[in-house]
């Protein structure tokens, strides 16, 4: 009990002196969910009832998806506002080739996802080979693409897809076996009590300083929680979403990109400026236009499941306020936008903060004025947060 | 045959607009020699090691390495031959941490994935060697001062086991102690077979430590000294453009520009 009590000790001061060095992390984010989460919960007793948050975690996906594309952009330093019009743009594409042409649905989604990347890969190389400001191509790019995307539905506007077809399994689909969701929990648990330990053990034979081992349980303990807690609701209702595991994994993966491969720390020193980057040897332009293909890819993909949840792909698909919701995603989730820091992870909890708003709204019957007034409040904070951190590493740096 | 330098520069050239940073420059190194390269500020200094280092090519002019005529347009061709750089604005990536500076672009690995551990016990291990104290290596290089910057650009030179180091004024924000171990340690490098090119406004440490000296004066050669004869007046007045040594260059620094 003493290592536990001096653990938790070690803990909230780490999380302190992270605080007061401008590296908030991901806490005040969780913070905030939480509060966001009580306050409804009281607004509405069915707020917290398992078919809500079971929706609520298949609704985050399409949007979630984009959303990690986008800080993918943001840790190199630039801005992508084109990937609300390129998710509309792939689902149009995917609903006209495999609806109205009837081509196989797995070679429309292929084709789908890959213009995606196409259309990334040409902002990209606007930007870094040619040297465009990343906001005005993306901007055109925004217009440009729902242009297509309007074209492309063509005088109909609207097509409808069917919710048995593979596209409509996306978010339709449950793993109804109660092992499925307990299952993933345990397997994530595990995960991270592993990748804890051995680092430890790797340190402490190296003679460095490494966790105390009442740390790793408290942490893995926290992440357990969590897990068991979000197994427990969805298995109440449908079980595990195939949407949500699709998430999950794709988060997961590019965290690991992002934080243990050689591609994502030079997507990370770029966050820091080019130059340094590229006196160190990296290839920045190319490195550049693959963040951008990411982005483009990860929209068309969020674009699928967006289409997927509403079973059609309409004139409204990929919307200027789907952009809003994702970047806003990003930021709030704490990816900063002056580049260089954020997780993979800031899309999930970002998402989850905006849907929760939007989910409780509903609820309570408000109009969506005032969801977006309060949206729009919550990102205000955050970008203060960010940039109130921002300065205070500053201060910190060159005192 | 006599072996051939690791680098020669010959009638190396670079105007930026209407400025002619460097006309008809020539410079040789030999491994396990410390070549100093002396100049006013705006002589040209800095801009020379950008182009050895390959991140601001010369417009024209030949490098050759060992006798061979090779490329360095682009920083990790320098890299591939073994130039390691401490540039004069350090070219710190400021988000990552001292780990992730020292070893960006030539990350240990590990079944495929980064190895954090191994990267940063062989940091500890060479800030060691150094006697240099940060005091956390996952510190974002943002946070710390300017003297331990300086500290983190000149440990991430020496990870890779260079075989031409050159220093742009690498001990400005040092303090008395870690100047002089610093020199130790490029005098060290030096007897393992290192060249270094050593830019440095301060003439005790140069006489200290370099074997020959090289000066610049408004982009052009104006000389070059044997430390063990030449005296310090010589080379004084050379870097200050008083005078241009016969024999320095086969071009000396035009007259014109020699007087201000
Ligand atoms: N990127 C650049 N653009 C324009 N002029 C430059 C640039 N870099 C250097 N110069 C000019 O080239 C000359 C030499 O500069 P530099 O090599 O930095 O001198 P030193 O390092 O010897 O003090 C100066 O006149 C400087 O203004
Ligand atoms: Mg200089």
């Not at chain 2, 130790?184 to 050593?198: A, I, P, Q, S, Y």
Request: proline share 3%.
């Amino acid at each position: 009990m003493n290592g536990l009590r001096r653990a938790l000790r070690s803990g909230t001061e780490a999380a302190g002196r992270r605080l007061r060095g401008g590296e908030p992390g991901v806490l005040p984010v969780v913070v905030g969910v939480l509060v966001i989460w009580s306050v409804f919960q009281i607004l509405n007793g069915n707020f917290l009832a398992p078919r809500n948050l079971s929706n609520l975690s298949v609704d985050i996906v399409g949007a979630g998806m984009i959303a990690v594309g986008v800080v993918f952009v943001l840790l190199i330093g630039e801005i992508d506002l084109s990937v609300g019009s390129v998710s509309g743009l792939a689902a149009a594409l995917f609903a006209v080739l495999n609806v109205q042409h009837g081509m196989a649905e797995w070679l429309a989604v292929v084709i789908a996802v890959l213009s995606g990347a196409a259309v990334g890969s040409l902002h990209g190389f606007l930007i870094a080979r040619v040297g465009a400001p990343a906001f005005v191509v993306t901007l055109a790019g925004l217009l440009g693409w729902n242009g297509l995307m309007l074209y492309v539905l063509g005088a109909g506007g609207t097509v409808n897809l069917d919710e048995d077809s593979l596209i409509g399994k996306l978010t339709g689909h449950y793993f109804h076996e109660v092992a499925a969701a307990y299952g993933l929990a345990a397997a994530g648990s595990v995960l991270c009590f592993l990748v804890y330990y051995r680092d430890r053990r790797r340190r402490r034979a190296a003679g460095m300083s490494h966790r105390p081992l009442a740390e790793i349980a408290v942490r893995t303990g926290a992440v357990a929680l969590v897990a068991f807690s979000a197994a427990h609701v969805l298995n109440r209702f449908q079980g595990l979403p195939l949407a949500l595991l699709a998430f999950l994994l794709v988060v997961g993966g590019l965290d690991l990109v992002l934080r243990r491969t050689r591609y994502g720390r030079k997507v990370y020193a770029l966050g820091g400026g080019g130059e340094p980057a590229r006196r160190a040897g990296i290839d920045v332009v190319r490195v550049r236009v693959s963040v951008f293909m990411l982005s483009g890819t990860m929209a068309a993909v969020g674009g699928l499941f967006l289409a997927s949840r509403i079973t059609s792909v309409s004139q409204t698909s990929g919307s200027s306020l789907l952009l809003m919701n994702v970047i806003a995603a990003a930021v709030i989730g704490g990816t900063s936008l002056f580049g260089g820091r954020g997780t993979t992870w800031s899309a999930l909890l970002g998402m989850l903060v905006i849907q929760s708003i939007a989910s409780g709204m509903s609820l309570l019957g408000i109009q969506s004025a005032v969801q977006f007034m309060i949206t729009g409040g919550v990102l205000l904070a955050a970008v203060v947060i960010d940039t109130v951190a921002r300065r205070t590493r500053r201060e910190h740096g060159r005192a | 045959m006599p072996v051939p330098p690791l680098l020669a520069l010959r009638g190396i050239r670079k105007r930026f607009g209407a400025v002619e940073a460097l006309a008809d420059v020539e410079l040789e190194i030999r491994a396990g020699e410390i070549v100093a390269l002396m100049g006013d500020n705006g002589a040209g200094k800095s801009t020379l090691v950008k182009v050895i280092a390959g991140v601001s090519p010369a417009d024209e002019g030949v490098v050759r390495w060992e006798g061979r005529t090779v490329r360095v347009r682009r920083p990790h061709e320098a890299h591939a031959l073994g130039i390691a750089t401490v540039f004069q604005d350090l070219a710190l990536c400021d988000n990552l941490d001292v780990v992730g500076n020292l070893f960006l672009g030539r990350e240990l690995r590990r079944a495929g994935l980064l190895d954090e551990v191994e990267m940063e016990r062989r940091t500890r291990d060479l800030l060691g060697s150094l006697a240099i104290h940060v005091p956390d290596l996952r510190a974002r290089v943002a946070t710390l001062s300017g003297g331990q910057r300086q500290t983190v650009a000149i440990s991430r030179s020496l990870v890779g086991e260079p075989r031409l180091l050159l220093l742009d004024e690498p001990t400005a924000a040092l303090g008395v102690q870690q100047t002089s171990r610093f020199l130790d340690l490029v005098e060290m490098l030096r007897d393992r077979g290192v060249g270094v090119l050593l830019i440095s406004q301060n003439m005790g440490d140069i006489k200290a430590v370099a074997d020959r000296v090289a000066v610049l004066h408004l982009g052009r050669n104006n000389g070059f000294f044997d430390v063990s004869t030449a005296s310090q007046e010589q080379i004084i007045s050379s870097i200050t453009g008083v005078t241009s040594p016969p024999g320095a260059t086969r071009r000396t620094a035009h007259a014109r520009r020699g007087e201000r």
